[in-house]
């Protein structure tokens, strides 16, 4: 996709089309689009008078120009009310635009800057958001279908309009890093796509070493021989069920300081969850190809940073393996021995997920870290608790618990935090081992973190259970159905936040 920005005016600009952002509360066609509306005769204003055009959110009307401007067609999309219209509405107008040119035949399209007035958001951030939306929005994944005749047009080029020579750098960093985040979203998309007999933690390997060969980027990968001398005994049990090897993945991106403190983020890998032993139940058992989400966003989240270039140590933990029943497969009551050397009670195999996160948070805290998020598909109780629009988070820091709210709100991938009092730790208590790896019904989110809480030290931590977003059963704006990537986004947001902190 080349996405440039450029100065101009927009009736002056030649373009297959044209997308203009209108508000529901408006009565006029807007100053910005007063000149190109004089030589259509009107008939933007017309649109509007007629009721045809009302703004209201991803409402779209199509008008061709018949050579009276230099655009071929014009988009109209709306963007809601003025007044509640935020950066990730400008995102959902701009998967919508997206969609709607790619059905009019048309390779590419130009747009003024589109912003929600009132905030703080700037042409970087605005920029960034109309890029996310376009690109995301777009998103198909076709691998594995070998009829794609009906498939419309593919976008290659989007051009953003500014007026003044004065944003123009700014949105030329937004436009670059708006890619950059849309690439990692597909790339998380596309792993969590492909089948689990594709997608085996051998494959991630080989992702891995394709994310290596960015700049700055190291990989190190632990075979079961070396997990079994490290002692990494979470990882081990839940890959004992599986044909498939285990694979500790570790990337290093160190493009910040030298002696400054690593970003770790540990990402839940598991590339099939049939339950093990604790068999789940058969209907929508294939979603759980994409129980690997937590990582595919860490091995994303790396990639990006490295093109990015940004300014940061960066740390990525990928604990894969496969969770099948079988002869070999751990059983409810066996007992585990951690990374940490702390005794787990396993009662249920499908709580698996916090069972090698064990031993990644372990590991990761043994880096003197700057501080820890994982990441991960983690529990059905945080999908009955928060549905498909919020993250579930918890943490052991205020201060990292604020930055990761913040960037999901610019991200629009928003957090919503759940308490961690060690009063639920009781749930957890086994009467022959250190502690056991689920805690009942009640409060099931809460003590998978809390699980999870006793592998971190004192490092500054957060857990983000993105159980109830990582796949979409409906069609949204610029997010489809399956795998969403949702969580990447508010991962690269954090860093690029974190880096323009420490510039000022």
């Known amino acids: 996709m080349n996405i440039e920005v450029k100065r101009g005016e927009i009736d002056a600009v030649a373009a297959e089309v044209l997308v203009l952002g209108g508000h529901e509360d408006d009565t006029q066609v807007g100053k910005l689009a007063e000149p190109l509306d004089r030589s259509l005769g009107g008939q933007l204003q017309e649109l509007r008078e007629s009721g045809e055009f009302q703004g209201k959110r991803q409402q779209t009307v199509l008008l061709h120009t018949h050579g009276a401007v230099p655009p071929k067609r014009i988009l109209l999309v709306g963007l809601g009310k003025r007044r509640e219209n935020t950066l990730d509405h400008v995102r959902q107008a701009m998967g919508t635009a997206a969609k709607r040119v790619r059905q009019t035949g048309a390779g590419s399209f130009i747009a003024p800057l589109i912003g929600p007035d009132g905030t703080r958001a700037t042409p970087a951030d605005i920029a ?34 500014t007026q003044t020579g004065k944003h123009l750098k700014e949105a030329r960093l937004g436009a670059r890093r708006g890619e950059a985040s849309a690439e990692a979203t597909a790339f998380v998309r596309d792993l969590c796509n492909h089948p689990s007999n594709v997608m085996t933690p051998s494959r991630v390997v080989e992702e891995a070493k394709k994310v290596a060969q960015e700049r700055g980027v190291k990989l190190t990968v632990f075979d079961r021989k070396k997990q079994k001398k490290l002692g990494m005994g979470g990882l081990l049990g839940v890959a004992r069920g599986s044909q498939e090897p285990p694979k500790f993945i570790i990337l290093e991106y160190s493009e910040g300081r030298k002696n400054e403190k690593p970003v770790v983020l540990v990402g839940k890998t598991v590339t099939f969850d049939s339950g093990g032993i604790s068999l789940k139940p058969a ?42 029943p079988s002869g070999c497969a751990i059983k409810p009551g066996d007992v585990l021995t951690m990374l ?69 709100e610019q991200a629009g991938e928003r957090v919503w935090e759940m308490p961690l009092w060690d009063e639920y730790f009781e749930q957890l208590k086994s009467d022959v081992a250190d502690m056991r790896n689920i805690g009942g019904r009640g409060g099931g989110m809460i003590t998978a973190a809390v699980f999870l809480s006793k592998f971190v030290g004192d490092c500054p931590w957060v857990h983000l259970d993105i159980a109830s977003t990582d796949w979409g059963t409906t069609e949204r704006p610029y997010i489809g159905k399956g795998p969403t990537g949702i969580g990447t986004r508010l991962l690269l947001q954090f860093l690029i936040n974190r880096t323009d902190r420490r510039r000022k």
Do not use: H, W
């Open 340 to 408: 940490s050397g702390k005794t787990v009670e396993v009662q249920n195999t499908d709580a698996e997920g916090r069972l090698i996160l064990a031993d990644g948070l372990t590991y990761a805290s043994r880096l003197n870290p700057a501080c820890i998020i994982d990441v991960a598909t983690l529990t059905g109780a945080c999908m009955v608790a928060l549905g498909q629009f919020a993250i579930g988070m918890m943490g052991n820091d205020t201060e990292l618990k604020g930055q990761l709210k913040k960037a999901g």
């Open 283 to 324: 209907e929508n058992m294939e979603q759980m190809k994409a129980d690997m989400t937590g990582g595919a966003e860490v091995l994303a989240t790396v990639r990006a940073a490295a093109r990015l270039r940004l300014r940061v140590n960066l740390v990525g933990i990928l604990p894969a393996t496969e969770n099948m």
């Open 128 to 161: 960034q958001a109309m890029v996310e939306g376009a690109l995301l929005g777009t998103y198909r994944f076709t691998k594995y279908q070998t009829d794609l005749a009906d498939e419309p047009k593919t976008l290659e080029a989007i051009t953003l309009i």
